[in-house]
């Protein structure tokens, strides 16, 4: 087993109307002007964002409001909000929303005291000393993001796609009350329900296998996952379910499903060339890739292919080869995705075929023009993601 540090501060309220003590906890945490920021309009629709603005009010709470980020979240709307909180001596971030508007405030937070452009942190040319404090209260169960230590942005300068990490990132309250999620369209469901999958992927699918416990937690969560996506398909307003994804997005990315493993991250490295070349959404393309990053990176440890195909996609054991098994286990697994109308394959994501001058544009941005690889199971070098993403066509 590696040596590991599991660091989850983040302070969780679940449930039913805990978006109440949003005000008591921004006091926690030292919080005096807030920065509201949010996506679309969604969250003054369900009502939400006027409560919270009502509690800051009621606490004497000043705050300012930054709406507009959307998926796949710009810079340019990062750097609005970092000169924001420079004119109006914002103090604490608030993100109302998913992932996309979470990560903003993160970006917003390393940005605000960096004396460079807050892209330099991303494109890893630097390192800020200084971070506001977050705080979120989660819609869109997906990204992990309200308990990681990541963010990832787009830059619409090249459309590149990138991420900073640091535990700075990690909010100190996130708010969760599922009722706010009932509203998602299956779409939108299903990428999340992908995205939280593959965060698991992403640690299980290792060269290590001497972690009993990491293992079998991760199990557990994949199968809960997908049984209760089911359910909410059929059921968008099943509280239960709800609650139950809601609460595996955040356990499948604040790292415990990685301790004491190898991470791999991969097909999270291919995906961000891909919804940053297409702007498509994160899960389905990361449902698109991940078959085939499977079968070409499988045979690193074939073994714990087939241990999925059995603990998780529940194959049964009869004469299979080891190979045979692996495969079955990928074949369950996109099957899973097409019941719940994710894509398997880049023609169904972006909706014609991807062109060769395509591929080789976003392996050279994977691998930063052949100077760098990825993969923890399995070192690619850019040559493989060619290969990777010519499978995936």
């Given amino acids: 087993m590696k040596n590991f540090k599991y660091y989850a501060p983040t302070k969780v309220m679940f449930g039913k109307d805990t978006e109440n003590k949003v005000a008591d906890l921004v006091k926690e945490f030292g919080g005096t002007k807030v920065l509201l920021h949010y996506g679309g309009q969604s969250a003054e629709k369900s009502g939400l964002l006027g409560k919270v603005e009502a509690s800051l009010q009621d606490a004497g709470i000043a705050y300012v409001k930054l709406g507009g980020v959307v998926p796949n979240p710009r810079v340019s709307k990062v750097r609005e909000g970092i000169e924001l909180c420079k004119q109006e001596g914002i103090d604490f971030l608030l993100a109302v929303g998913g992932g996309s508007v ?87 469901t299903a990428c999340g329900v ?54 595996a997005g955040s356990l499948a990315h604040n790292d415990l499903t990685g301790c004491g493993t190898t991470g791999d991250w991969a097909t999270h490295n291919l995906e961000h060339e891909l919804s940053g070349m297409f702007d498509v959404s994160h899960g389905a393309g990361l449902a698109a890739l991940w078959g085939s990053w499977a079968r070409y990176t499988r045979g690193e440890n074939m073994n714990r292919f087939a241990r999925f195909a059995v603990n998780v996609m529940g194959v049964p054991l009869m004469s299979q080869t080891t190979e045979e098994l692996a495969e079955a286990g990928i074949q369950a697994m996109e099957a899973f995705f097409q019941s719940i109308g994710m894509p398997t394959n880049i023609h169904d994501l972006i909706g014609r075929d991807i062109t060769d001058a395509e591929i080789e544009e976003m392996a050279d941005k994977c691998s930063n023009g052949g100077t760098s690889t ?15 993403y010519k499978m995936a066509k």
């Fill in 102 to 188: 979470i990560d903003s405030c993160k970006a917003i937070s390393s940005g605000r005291y960096f004396e460079g452009d807050v892209w330099d942190l991303y494109l890893k040319k630097a390192h800020a000393t200084q971070y506001m404090p977050i705080g979120c209260i989660l819609t869109i169960p997906a990204a992990g993001s309200e308990m990681s230590d990541g963010s990832v942005i787009t830059n619409e300068e090249g459309w590149l796609k990138k991420d900073y990490c640091v535990d700075e990132f990690r909010c100190k309250f996130a708010i969760m009350n599922p009722e706010y999620t009932c509203t998602l369209p299956a779409w939108q």
């Fill in 194 to 247: 992908t995205d939280m999958m593959m965060h698991t992927f992403e640690r299980y699918f290792s060269v290590d296998d001497d972690m009993e416990v990491t293992d079998s937690i991760a199990e557990a969560l994949l199968r809960t996952i997908m049984v209760e996506a089911h359910k909410v398909m059929k059921n968008p307003n099943d509280y239960d379910s709800r609650a139950q994804i809601m609460w």
């Fill in 374 to 388: 990825i993969g923890g199971l399995m070192e690619l070098k850019r040559d493989d993601m060619v290969n990777i």
